[in-house]
């Protein structure tokens, strides 16, 4: 859920008496009734402050309606100027994540290789958007279901519904003192669960300072440094456009990424990542030449919450990848067009 929104709570303003009056006659009613009061976006803003404002260190385990199951180990440090996050993967080949404010680098042991690059934002377990969007409420509805224990914390259940099929459903654990998600179910269009995220064990502390973790992203003794600079542009100037906007969705960013390698091992052109939202999901439209030596197989594939479609457009070859149902990645397809 690339949760991947909102604008802050409204305040009421009432006069000093009349607040005095309520504080005293109601204080229990009202502490009651404000969890039930929260709306979508109220939810998501508390949500999102406490992925960038609590310093923790926990287990988390990815698992999928298809069997595919990954852990990892999670430190995540954060203080007025810094956020840092170092993600250790506990399955597959060895994979060292670091995350520092805007700058991401991912160590690879087996083959001794550090990926360097630069993101405009930190995308932080829970993947929520920096920039809350007041739209979600359109295309979504949020409700308590209850609470529930996880990894030893209460939490609240929150249900994201969509209200149309092309985006997928959320059921929410959201930890009940600070807000930090701490589970995540991804559900189809039919509410059957696609994908589930959750802490299997979570300690709320500074396990180091945020200095100390940033500084072992620079230790690269013996590593190669692969860097690779992401080039802000917009779809305009790279010629691209949609004809028809797929609902709720609206373009948060625009690359230009360094070129893949060809089959022959030369550069190849410049690849545009073309990035949408609808406050919740996102879809990542991936254009570059094309390439018969490693572009064959159009189609669509699903690797749980994740759809990736591919699809060739004359000249070009086009990779949409989101976690949204197979109809919104198709129109997608159907819409973008080259324009120069």
């Not at 009421?12 to 009349?18: G, R, Y």
């Not at 790279?238 to 070129?259: I, M, Q, S, Y």
């Amino acid at each position: 859920m690339n949760l991947k929104h909102l604008p802050h709570m409204a305040l009421v303003a009432v006069s000093l008496f009349a607040t005095t009056y309520v504080a005293s006659q109601v204080p229990a009613q009202r502490k009651a009734v404000a969890t039930a009061e929260r709306s979508i976006g109220d939810w998501l803003t508390r949500m999102h402050e406490a992925s960038m404002n609590s310093a923790y260190v926990g287990t988390f385990v990815v698992s999928s309606s298809a069997g595919s199951l990954s852990s990892s180990r999670i430190w995540h440090v954060c203080d007025p100027a810094l956020q840092v996050e170092r993600v250790e993967s506990l399955t597959g080949a060895p994979r060292t994540t670091f995350r520092h404010n805007e700058q991401v680098v991912t160590f690879l042991p087996d083959k001794r290789v550090i990926r360097s690059e630069t993101h405009d934002s930190m995308g932080l377990f829970p993947s929520l958007s920096n920039d809350p969007d007041p739209t979600v409420a359109e295309f979504y509805t949020a409700r308590r279901t209850g609470s529930e224990r996880v990894a030893g914390f209460l939490a609240d259940i929150v249900e994201f519904r969509p209200k149309d099929k092309l985006r997928f459903g959320y059921r929410i654990w959201s930890e009940k003192k600070t807000g930090l998600v701490i589970k995540l179910q991804t559900l189809d269009t039919e509410g059957g669960v696609l994908e589930q995220a959750a802490f299997s064990e979570l300690t709320f502390e500074e396990p180091l300072s945020a200095q100390k973790l940033a500084s072992m992203m620079t230790s690269t003794a013996g590593f190669t440094v692969e860097k690779q600079t992401l080039v802000k542009t917009t779809p305009e100037i790279e010629g691209w456009n949609l004809k028809t906007p797929v609902a709720g969705f609206h373009t948060t960013d625009c690359f230009r990424r360094p070129p893949p390698l060809s089959a022959s091992g030369a550069p190849g052109e410049n690849m545009v990542q073309w990035i949408f939202t609808d406050g919740l999901a996102s879809v990542s439209l991936f254009v570059e030449k094309y390439d018969a030596s490693r572009h064959s197989q159009e189609g669509l594939m699903a690797m749980g919450a994740t759809q990736t479609l591919t699809r060739r457009m004359g000249g070009w070859w086009l990779t949409a990848v989101g976690e949204v149902p197979p109809q919104t990645l198709l129109a997608f397809a159907q819409s973008i067009e080259r324009k120069k």
